[in-house]
């Protein structure tokens, strides 16, 4: 299967930047989709962004303009740079990739998730 590690978590005050990394390793695989998702305490997880093999990408609302999500095919990584955080931006964040890896026999789907890294932002 594919799996997936983040890093880049940490605490920062409000206004500052924090950039998030998510790496998967696997053996033949190829990844379609990567996204970054988070989950507030008591909150439910959210979408914050997601790429696509195009390089097409979506964003939520409310991080449109501070965060930028990008992907290095050739090396299995997503980043997420995040700028001009904020309190409300402090939850833990989870990477997500989808794609397809070979059994050796046939082609399966995959749907992975990283393990979460935390992000603090002070006010």
């Known amino acids: 299967q594919v799996r997936l590690v983040e890093s880049g978590g940490g605490l920062v005050q409000a206004g500052g930047s924090l950039a998030l990394s998510c790496v998967a390793s696997?053996?033949?695989?190829?990844?379609?989709?990567m996204g970054w998702y988070r989950q507030a305490p008591g909150k439910q997880r959210e979408l914050v962004a997601t790429?696509?093999?195009?390089?097409?990408?979506m964003y939520a609302d409310s991080v449109k303009g501070r965060f930028t999500i990008s992907r290095d095919s050739g090396l299995n990584t997503v980043y997420l740079q995040m700028n001009s955080l904020k309190p409300e931006d402090t939850a833990v964040y989870y990477c997500?990739?989808?794609?397809?890896?070979?059994?050796?026999?046939?082609?399966?789907?995959?749907?992975?998730w990283g393990q979460g890294t935390q992000v603090t932002v002070s006010s």
């Open positions: 997500n990739m989808m794609g397809y890896y070979y059994t050796g026999e046939v082609y399966r789907e995959y749907d992975s």
């Open positions: 696997g053996s033949f695989f190829n990844t379609v989709d």
């Open positions: 790429i696509n093999s195009g390089d097409n990408t």
